[in-house]
C-alpha cells in the first residue's frame, strides 16, 4: 500500500530524493570514493540502521498491541543500560548474568508494572492524556537515573564480547558485537512480525486494541495481552539501550535522544508495519553514515547530519496519507453545566495575578517565622526566566488545552519570536517591536498547522517533536539566527512606553502584566466563536467537519494564536537571560517540560492559565526561603517538587484526566460569592452520589452473535495498515 | 461591546502595573556593609620588619622576562626546595615585597597554632574591620560555583568545590587568610545561564569573591562586571575562574583564569581574534618521533566555543609543519561506529597522526573503533589533552596505549617534587582526583597570593574587591607556586607557555618529556598566535 | 429525480470491500430507512455520502449536481447534516454550544441573520431539551446526547438528514417522538427536506419510513415500502436466526 500507487506518496518521495541530491553536490567533501571506504561506510550505516531498528520494533509492537505510543521506550533503554553497568562493572556480574536480569527480569517487570499501574488506566483516556503520560514516565526515569547514578564519573559500557574479535574482512574487520546486533535486531523484528502476524496470540493481541471487549468475547484475555505486550516492549528498549550504550557512552540525555531516531523508523512504517519500520531504521543509519563520510556541512549546519531522522520524521509524517476523522471519544461524568469565565471575572483573575506577584516578589505578605521578605536579584533573576516559560506555556492553552492541538515545540515558536525580534529591533531593545513579532510569528504557526490540519494526534505530536527538533539543529544554532556574542547583552532590555526595564524587579512586573494581558485576551477568546470551535474540534473533527466548520482553517487560526503569544513570549524568555545559548537553550527536554506544566494543569478553562503564574512564584519563594535559611524541610520539598513535581502531576492525570488544576478550580469557585450555581452543582453531585448509578441503556447493550461474527471477521483477515477507524465505521 | 470590554481590561491591567511597580527600585546589589574605611598603611611598617630572606627565593628567576628553558631547571630547584616561606616568595613575583603574611605562614607551618608565638603578630596590632562584601573582622566570604547539579548530569564539577573547600580548610588550619578565616559558600551553576546569572548575583551580595568558577554557561557577564562593591562603585566583583569557555566570560575584567584562554580580549563574538596555542608538545613530537606527521585532528563541536578552542590548535600545528588529512566534528551524539569515517581518512591518507580536541570518551571510542577496524596502532601516533588524564581512560585498557597526553602543570604523581602539589593531594584526599579540582585549587591559590601581596603592602585593612582586582590585573607571573605554567594576567595576551607530556604506558601515564621529574618544558617558541576568524574556519 | 442519490459506490478497506456497488436514492419530502444486519455497510455509505470517506469508486450525486469529490464542508453547504452512531457530541461544550457552532457556521447563508442564540434555543426546543441547554453534553446521558446531535444537525438547516440509529439510549416515549419530529419535519413543505434513517428498532423503521433499503454485506438486497421490504426472502435470508429483527419483525406483523 505505502508504496503502491499512492500518489502523495511518489511525489514526496521523488521531492526527497531531489533534495538530498541537491544538499549532497551542493556539499561534496570531496573525498575519495572507494570501494573499500564504501563499503565501511554502509557496514557502519546498517549497523546503526540495526540499534535503532530494536528500539522501532519495541514502539510498534506496544503500539499495534496497546494503541499506546510510548515516548518513554528510551528512557527504559537509558535505565536499562545504567543497571546493566552498575551490576555488570560496578558490581563486577557476568556480563551473561547481568544481560540476563536487566533484559529477562527487570524490563519486563518494569513493562509489566507500568501496564498495571498506568497504562491499563489510560485506555479510555483522550490522545493528549495518553501521550502526557508516557512522556511523564520518561522525564521521572530519567529523573531517577540522573539521581541515582550521578555524573561525576563518566561511565563506559563494554562491548559484549569485546571490539576487537570478529571476522576479517581484508582490510577492516567486522566485531562479533556488531554482527550480533544485527542479527539479533533482524531476528527480533521478523519474530515479532510473525507472532503478531502468523499466532493466534498475535492476532489476539492486535484485536484487543481495535475492541476490548469483542476480543475478550472471543477468548483473549485483554489485560494477558496488554501486560506481554508491555514486557516485551519493555525488553526491546532495554536490549537496545543496553547495546547502543558502548556506542555513545552512558549519557542519559544522549541515550535518550536515540528514540527520535525510532520515531522517525516507525513513522516510516506507519507506526504499524514492522517491516517497514525496519527498512526506515536501516534508511536513516545509511544515510548518516554516508552523510558522515562523503559531505560537509561546514560550520554553520554542523547539526545537519543528526538532523537527518527529524527531518525525516517530518517528511514522512507530512507524505503518510490522510488521515481520516478522527472519532472521538466517550467521557462520562455527573452531570455539570458549561459555565463562561464572565470578562468581569477574567479582569478580576488578572488583577488578583498581579497583586499576588507583586506582594510575594515585594514581601508584602507576612508568613510570620517562614517569612522570606523581598525578592533579591537572585530570585527576580530565577522568577523571571520561570515568569517567561509560564508565558510560553501559556500559548499553549488554546492549542493544546482547547483545541486538543498536541504541540511539543513551543521553544521553536518562542525561539522564533526570539529571532525575529533580534532582526527588528536590533540592539535598541524597542519593546514596541514586539507587537510585530507577534504578528511575524503567526504565519509560522499556520506553516506549521497545514501539514498539522491533516494528522491525527499521534502524528501531529510526532511532527511538532521533529519539527522542534529540526529547528534546534539546523535553524538556531546558524551564527546569523543568533550571532555569538563577545560582551554584553545580545537582547538588550526592553525599552517600553519611555521605560528602559533594565532592573529585574521592573522587567518581573512588566512580564507579569503581559501574562495577565494574555489571560485576559484568553477569557474572551474563550468566549467568542473561535474558541467554541476549537473545543468543538478538539471534541469530534468529524461533526465539526459535518456542520460545515472548516477543519484546516480552524486549525490554522489556533496554530497561529499560539506561535503568536509563543513568540512574543520568546522575546522576553530571551530577553530575562540576555543571550540565548543557541545549543542547549532550545533542548527538546525542556519543551517537554513546558508541555508537561501545561498538559498537568489541565488548562481546558482559561482562567486555569492563571495556575502557570505560581510557577515563577514559588520559584521565587523557593530561593527566597532557601537563602533565608530557616526552613530547610520546605526548600527540600520546593526542590523536589520542581525535579519530580510535572511528571507526578501528569500521572495524576491517569485518574483525573482533566488536570489537577481543573479539579482544584472546582473547589474553590464556590468559596467565590457570587457564585451560586457552583454551590449548586456541588450540592446537586453530593445529593447524585447517594442514588445508585443507573446503567445506561444502548451502550452496554451486549453484542449479538452476528455482530461478534461479522467483526470478527473482519478482525481476522483486515490488512494492519488500514487505519483504525476501518473497523469502527464499517460496523454499523 | 467587545471592544470596551477590551479597552477596559488593558486600562484597568496598565493601572494595576503601575500601582504595583511603584517601587521599582532594585533591590539587588545594595547589600549593605560597613562603610570601609581606609587601611592604615602604617600598620604594616610596625610588623614588616621580620621580612624573609627573599633573595635566593624563585621570585626572581619567575620574574625573568625571558623564560627559556633555565626555567625548568628553576622551577624544579624551587619545588625541591623545603622551606614553606620559598614557595610563598615564589608566589608573590615582587621583589620589594615586605612579606610579613610568609614569616606568618612560615611560622604557622612550624606551630599549628599561630596566636601562641610571643612574637609581635601582624594581625594583633590592628583592628580588623569588615572592609568590603563579605569581609568581616574575622572572615572572609568566597563563593564557589560550579556546574553541579543539572538534572540530567548531577555531580559534574563537584571536584570544583571540593577542590576550593580543601584550599580553604587548608588555609584556614594555618591561620587564615589576611587575619580573617575563609568561609566558602556554594553555588550550582546547574549548566544553566540563568542559574549562572545566579552565581554572579549571590557572589556581589554575598562574598567577597568567586573562586573556583567552573560553569560553562557564563553567557551574560554584566552582572559580574558591574556589582557594586561596600562603596557603591561598579567595579565588580574579582572572579578568580577555572575555566572561561564562552567569550563573554573570557573578556570579563574581573575574571582571572588559572587555565588561561589565550584569547585576544576585547572581542565581538565574530570575526577575526589573535589566539595563542600550546604546540610545544606537537613540536617535540616532530623532533623527537617522527619528522613527519599527516594525519586527523577531531574537533568537538556542540558549541560554538569548543570549536573557537579547537581551531587555533588545528591551525598552529599546520603552522609548525603538521599535515592535517582531516578536521571533523565531533558531537556527544556521535556512535563509535562512526568514527569509522575518522578511520577512513587516516586510511585513505596513511594518516599516523591523530589528535582528539574532545575528553576521554571521545578518544576510547576512537582507538576502540579503530582496533575494530584492523588500523594499525602502532602506525598512529595518538595525542589528547587534559581532558584524557583521567582514571577513567586508564579503565579503558589497552585499547588505549601509547596514547600521548599533554598538560600544563605537573602530574598528581609528583607530588614529592612540589610543596603546592603536595599540599594539594593531601588536602583533597583523592589519588587521582579530577583537573578542575586542581584547577579550583589553583584558582584559591591565586586568590590568596593576591590577598597576601596588598596584605603585606597595606595590611590587613587595605582588602578590598578594589585592591584585589588591582592586584590581580598586575600579575605578571603566577604559576601556583611552580605546579602550574606560569601566567601573565598583566597582559591580554596571555600566555601560558609550559607543558608537559606523558604517554599511556602498561595502562599508566608515564612521563615522557621532559625527562626530569617535576619539570615543565617552558620553551617561549611553544606558543603559537594566530589571527583568523575561528568559527568560520571550522569545515563541519 | 431524487435529491441525493448514492450510484454503484463501492467501498473497500484493504482486502474488506464494505460497500459493494450500492446504490441508494432518497426524495424530499420523505423518510427513507436504510436497514441491514451489523457490518452491512451502513455507516460507511453514511461516511461516504457526506464526504467523510472517499469511495473506491461511484458517484455521489446532490440536486442532479456531482459532489463525489466535494469536501465535507462543502457538503454542509450545500445541505447534508447527519447525525452519529458512535456519539460524536462537543462534549466539553454544553447542548446550547453544541447547536450555537452549527448555527454560527450557517446563519448568514441558512438564517437570514437571525440572531445566534435565539435559533439554537429554537432547535433545543424541537427536541425537547431547552431544559438542558447549558448542561456539558459530555455529561448528559447518551439519549440527550444523541438528542442534541440532532439539534446541531437540524441547526444547520439541511436538505438531507442522515440519521444514524438515533433511537438508541431513548426510551419508547422519546423515540415515538422523534419519529413524530421527523414526520413533521420532511412534511412542511418549506423544509424541503429528506431523511435518511439508519435503525435497529424495526418498529420505528417501520413507523416512519416510506421507503426502506436493506444492506447487507455491502450490497443493497432490496428496495422498497416497508410492506415489500417484510415479504422479500432475501431479507429473510440475511436476517435469519437475528433475534433482534425477528421480533421488531413479528411485532409489526400483526
Known amino acids: 500500500m505505502i508504496f503502491g500507487v499512492r500518489h502523495s506518496v511518489a511525489v514526496a518521495a521523488a521531492l526527497g530524493t531531489l533534495a538530498a541530491v541537491i544538499i549532497a553536490v551542493l556539499t561534496w567533501k570531496g573525498a575519495p570514493v572507494t570501494s573499500e571506504t564504501f563499503l565501511v561506510t554502509t557496514y557502519i550505516g546498517l549497523f546503526l540502521g540495526a540499534l535503532w531498528a530494536m528500539y522501532a520494533t519495541g514502539l510498534v509492537v506496544v503500539y499495534t498491541t496497546t494503541g499506546v505510543f510510548n515516548f518513554a521506550q528510551g528512557a527504559i533503554g537509558v535505565f536499562a543500560a545504567f543497571l546493566y553497568w552498575e551490576l555488570h562493572v560496578n558490581r563486577d556480574w557476568h556480563s551473561i548474568l547481568a544481560l540476563f536480569v536487566v533484559v529477562g527480569l527487570f524490563a519486563p517487570a518494569l513493562g509489566v508494572v507500568l501496564d498495571i499501574l498506568i497504562m491499563r488506566r489510560l485506555r479510555t483516556a483522550s490522545l493528549v492524556v495518553q501521550l502526557m503520560v508516557t512522556v511523564a514516565i520518561m522525564v521521572l526515569l530519567l529523573s531517577v537515573v540522573g539521581d541515582i547514578w550521578e555524573a561525576d564519573t563518566p561511565r563506559r559500557v563494554p562491548y559484549l564480547f569485546g571490539i576487537n574479535n570478529g571476522i576479517d574482512l581484508g582490510p577492516s574487520q567486522l566485531p562479533w558485537h556488531r554482527l550480533i546486533v544485527f542479527v539479533v535486531a533482524i531476528a527480533i523484528a521478523v519474530s515479532m512480525r510473525f507472532l503478531l502476524r502468523r499466532t493466534r496470540i498475535g492476532t489476539a493481541m492486535r484485536a484487543v486494541v481495535d475492541n476490548r471487549e469483542l476480543a475478550a468475547l472471543n477468548g483473549a484475555r485483554p489485560n494477558v495481552v496488554s501486560s506481554t505486550s508491555w514486557a516485551l516492549g519493555s525488553m526491546m528498549g532495554a536490549l537496545g539501550g543496553i547495546l547502543i550504550a558502548p556506542e555513545l557512552g552512558l549519557d542519559p540525555a544522549t541515550l535518550n535522544n536515540v528514540v527520535i531516531i525510532a520515531f522517525a523508523a516507525a513513522a516510516f512504517g506507519a507506526l504499524r508495519n514492522l517491516p517497514l519500520a525496519v527498512v526506515g531504521a536501516m534508511l536513516i543509519g545509511l544515510l548518516r553514515a554516508h552523510t558522515g563520510a562523503w559531505l560537509d556541512f561546514g560550520p554553520d549546519f554542523r547539526f545537519a547530519h543528526l538532523s537527518i531522522a527529524p527531518l525525516l520524521l517530518l517528511f514522512v509524517v507530512i507524505a503518510l496519507p490522510q488521515a481520516r476523522l478522527e472519532v472521538g471519544r466517550l467521557a462520562h461524568h455527573l452531570r455539570r453545566h458549561e459555565r463562561y469565565t464572565k470578562w468581569w471575572e477574567g479582569l478580576l483573575g488578572c488583577g488578583v495575578v498581579i497583586l499576588l506577584a507583586a506582594a510575594f516578589s515585594g514581601g508584602w505578605l507576612d508568613f510570620g517565622g517562614w517569612d522570606p521578605g523581598a525578592w533579591g536579584s537572585r530570585e527576580l533573576n530565577s522568577a523571571n526566566e520561570a515568569m517567561a516559560l509560564a508565558l510560553i506555556g501559556l500559548s499553549l492553552v488554546p492549542l493544546i488545552g482547547w483545541a486538543g492541538q498536541i504541540n511539543f515545540a513551543p521553544l521553536a515558536f518562542a525561539g522564533f519570536g526570539a529571532f525575529v525580534y533580534l532582526k527588528l529591533a536590533g540592539d535598541t531593545g524597542n519593546g514596541y517591536w514586539i507587537l510585530m513579532v507577534g504578528l511575524l510569528c503567526a504565519p509560522l504557526g499556520a506553516i506549521v498547522a497545514l501539514p498539522a490540519a491533516r494528522l491525527r494526534g499521534l502524528y501531529l505530536a510526532l511532527m511538532t517533536m521533529a519539527f522542534a527538533q529540526a529547528m534546534s539543529l539546523i535553524f538556531f544554532p546558524h551564527p546569523w539566527v543568533m550571532p555569538i556574542i563577545g560582551t554584553g547583552r545580545q537582547f538588550p532590555h526592553i525599552d517600553l512606553f519611555g521605560i528602559t526595564f533594565d532592573d529585574r524587579r521592573g522587567f518581573f512586573m512588566l512580564m507579569v502584566s503581559v501574562f495577565a494581558i494574555f489571560v485576559y485576551a484568553l477569557v474572551l477568546l474563550r468566549r467568542s466563536r473561535y474558541g467554541r470551535r476549537w473545543m468543538a474540534i478538539n471534541d469530534s473533527q468529524a461533526a465539526a467537519a459535518t456542520l460545515g466548520v472548516p477543519v484546516v482553517w480552524t486549525k490554522v487560526v489556533v496554530y497561529a494564536v499560539s506561535a503568536s503569544m509563543a513568540g512574543i513570549a520568546g522575546v522576553f524568555w530571551a530577553t530575562v537571560s540576555g543571550n540565548v545559548d543557541s545549543v542547549q537553550g532550545f533542548d527538546l527536554l525542556l519543551g517537554f517540560n513546558i508541555v508537561l506544566l501545561v498538559a498537568a494543569a489541565g488548562v481546558s478553562i482559561p482562567m486555569a492559565g492563571i495556575f502557570l503564574i505560581f510557577i515563577p512564584l514559588f520559584k521565587g519563594f523557593g530561593l527566597r526561603l532557601e537563602d533565608a535559611g530557616n526552613v530547610d524541610f520546605l526548600v527540600t520539598l520546593l526542590d523536589i517538587m520542581t525535579t519530580y513535581g510535572p511528571g507526578l502531576m501528569v500521572l495524576g492525570m491517569v485518574f483525573n484526566p482533566r488536570g489537577a488544576i481543573f479539579e482544584m478550580g472546582r473547589g474553590f469557585s464556590p468559596i467565590l460569592p457570587w457564585r451560586s450555581d457552583a454551590r449548586a452543582e456541588i450540592a446537586a453531585e453530593n445529593a447524585q452520589k447517594r442514588e445508585p448509578e443507573i446503567g445506561e441503556l444502548g451502550l452496554e447493550r451486549p453484542f449479538t452473535p452476528e455482530e461478534v461474527i461479522a467483526i470478527d471477521r473482519r478482525l481476522e483477515i483486515l490488512d494492519d495498515v488500514v487505519p483504525k477507524e476501518g473497523y469502527g465505521t464499517s460496523r454499523s | ?540 | 429525480m431524487a435529491l441525493l442519490e448514492a450510484e454503484q459506490v463501492v467501498m473497500r478497506f484493504g482486502g474488506v470491500v464494505a460497500l459493494d456497488n450500492a446504490s441508494v436514492d432518497i426524495d424530499s419530502g420523505e423518510v427513507t430507512g436504510l436497514i441491514g444486519p451489523n457490518g452491512a455497510g451502513k455507516t460507511t455509505l453514511f461516511n461516504v455520502v457526506t464526504g467523510l470517506l472517499p469511495p473506491t469508486s461511484g458517484r455521489v450525486k446532490f440536486d442532479g449536481h456531482d459532489i463525489t469529490r466535494s469536501t465535507v464542508a462543502k457538503r454542509s453547504q450545500m445541505g447534508i447534516a447527519r447525525t452519529f452512531q458512535k456519539l460524536e457530541a462537543f462534549n466539553t461544550l454544553s447542548a446550547f454550544d453544541n447547536v450555537r457552532v452549527a448555527v454560527e457556521k450557517n446563519h448568514r447563508a441558512k438564517w437570514k441573520h437571525r440572531r445566534v442564540g435565539e435559533v439554537a434555543h429554537e432547535m433545543l426546543g424541537k427536541v425537547g431539551l431547552d431544559e438542558v441547554a447549558d448542561v456539558t453534553v459530555g455529561t448528559l446521558p447518551t439519549g440527550s446526547a444523541r438528542l442534541v446531535e440532532l439539534a446541531r444537525a437540524l441547526a444547520c438547516r439541511p436538505r438531507v438528514l442522515l440519521l444514524d440509529e438515533p433511537s438508541s439510549g431513548l426510551n419508547e416515549e422519546e423515540t415515538t417522538s422523534i419519529g413524530q419530529l421527523l414526520l413533521e419535519l420532511v412534511a412542511d413543505k418549506d423544509n424541503d427536506l429528506a431523511v435518511l434513517l439508519v435503525e435497529h428498532d424495526m418498529s420505528f423503521v417501520m413507523g416512519v419510513c416510506a421507503r426502506i433499503h436493506v444492506l447487507d454485506f455491502g450490497k443493497i438486497i432490496a428496495v422498497g415500502t416497508p410492506i415489500e421490504v417484510q415479504a422479500d426472502t432475501a431479507v429473510r435470508a440475511a436476517y435469519l436466526g437475528s433475534d433482534e429483527f425477528r421480533a421488531a419483525y413479528t411485532g409489526v406483523d400483526e
Open chain 2, 1 to 540: 461591546m467587545k471592544h470596551l470590554r477590551w479597552t477596559i481590561g488593558l486600562l484597568a491591567i496598565f493601572a494595576l502595573v503601575a500601582v504595583s511597580c511603584g517601587g521599582n527600585d532594585d533591590s539587588g546589589g545594595s547589600a549593605p556593609a560597613a562603610a570601609p574605611t581606609e587601611a592604615p598603611d602604617d600598620s604594616m611598617d610596625e610588623s614588616g620588619g621580620t621580612a624573609d630572606d627573599m633573595d635566593d627565593s624563585m621570585g626572581d628567576d619567575s620574574m625573568d622576562d625571558s623564560m627559556g628553558d633555565d626555567m625548568d631547571d628553576s622551577m624544579g630547584d624551587d619545588s625541591m626546595d623545603d622551606s614553606m616561606g620559598d614557595d610563598m616568595g615564589d608566589d608573590s613575583m615582587d621583589d620589594e615585597m615586605d612579606d610579613s603574611m610568609d614569616d606568618e605562614m612560615d611560622e604557622s607551618d612550624a606551630e599549628p597554632v599561630a596566636t601562641e608565638e610571643p612574637e609581635v603578630d601582624p594581625c594583633e596590632a590592628v583592628d580588623l574591620e569588615a572592609t568590603d562584601i563579605g569581609i568581616t573582622s574575622d572572615t572572609i566570604t568566597v563563593l564557589v560555583m560550579a556546574d553541579v547539579g543539572s538534572p540530567l548530569a548531577p555531580g559534574l564539577f563537584q571536584g570544583s568545590i571540593d577542590g576550593v573547600k580543601a584550599w580553604a580548610n587548608q588555609v584556614n588550619s594555618e591561620g587564615g587568610l589576611a587575619c580573617r578565616q575563609i568561609e566558602v559558600l556554594e553555588h550550582d551553576s546547574a549548566i544553566n545561564p540563568t542559574e549562572t546569572t545566579n552565581g554572579f548575583l549571590v557572589a556581589c551580595e554575598e562574598a567577597f569573591a568567586l573562586v573556583g568558577t567552573t560553569a560553562l554557561f557564563a553567557l551574560d557577564t554584566t552582572d559580574l562586571q558591574s556589582c557594586a562593591d561596600a562603596q557603591g562603585n561598579e567595579i565588580g566583583v574579582p572572579d578568580f575562574a577555572y575555566i572561561t569557555t564562552e567569550p563573554p566570560h573570557q573578556c570579563s575584567v574581573v575574571t582571572f583564569a588559572t587555565s588561561r584562554p589565550n584569547s585576544e580580549c576585547p572581542y565581538a563574538g565574530t570575526g577575526d581574534r589573535a589566539v595563542q596555542s600550546q604546540v610545544g608538545h606537537v613540536q617535540y613530537l616532530l623532533e623527537n618521533v617522527s619528522s613527519e606527521l599527516n594525519g586527523v585532528y577531531l574537533i568537538p563541536s556542540d558549541l560554538p566555543s569548543t570549536i573557537a578552542t579547537s581551531m587555533p590548535q588545528v591551525r598552529a600545528f599546520q603552522e609548525i609543519g603538521v599535515v592535517i588529512d582531516g578536521e571533523p566534528g565531533i558531537s556527544g551524539f556521535t556512535t563509535q561506529s562512526e568514527y569509522g569515517a575518522f578511520i577512513q581518512i587516516m586510511r585513505d591518507n596513511t594518516s599516523n597522526f591523530a589528535y582528539s580536541g574532545s575528553d576521554d570518551q571521545s578518544m576510547i571510542k576512537w582507538r576502540s573503533e579503530a582496533e575494530a577496524q584492523g588500523l594499525d596502532a602502532d602506525s598512529v601516533i595518538w595525542m589528547c589533552q587534559l581532558a584524557c588524564y583521567t582514571p577513567s581512560f586508564l579503565e579503558a585498557g589497552d585499547v588505549i596505549e601509547n596514547t600521548y597526553i599533554w598538560i600544563w602543570f605537573l602530574p598528581f604523581d609528583e607530588a614529592d617534587t612540589n610543596q603546592e602539589l603536595a599540599d594539594f593531594m593531601e588536602a583533597i584526599d583523592d589519588p587521582f582526583p579530577p583537573a578542575w579540582a586542581a584547577g579550583s585549587w589553583a584558582d584559591g591559590v591565586l586568590f590568596e597570593q593576591v590577598v597576601n601581596e596588598i596584605v603585606a603592602e597595606s595590611g590587613p585593612n587595605a582588602l578590598t574587591r578594589q585592591a584585589v582586582l588591582d592586584g590581580a590585573r598586575n600579575l605578571t607571573s603566577f604559576d601556583v607556586n611552580g605546579w602550574w605554567s606560569p601566567a601573565d594576567y598583566s597582559t591580554t595576551e596571555n600566555i601560558m607557555p609550559c607543558f608537559m607530556l606523558m604517554q599511556v604506558q602498561n595502562n599508566e601515564f608515564v612521563r615522557v618529556h621532559p625527562a626530569e621529574r617535576g619539570e615543565l618544558d617552558c620553551n617561549p617558541d611553544n606558543v603559537v598566535g594566530l589571527t583568523r576568524d575561528w568559527g568560520a574556519e571550522f569545515g563541519g
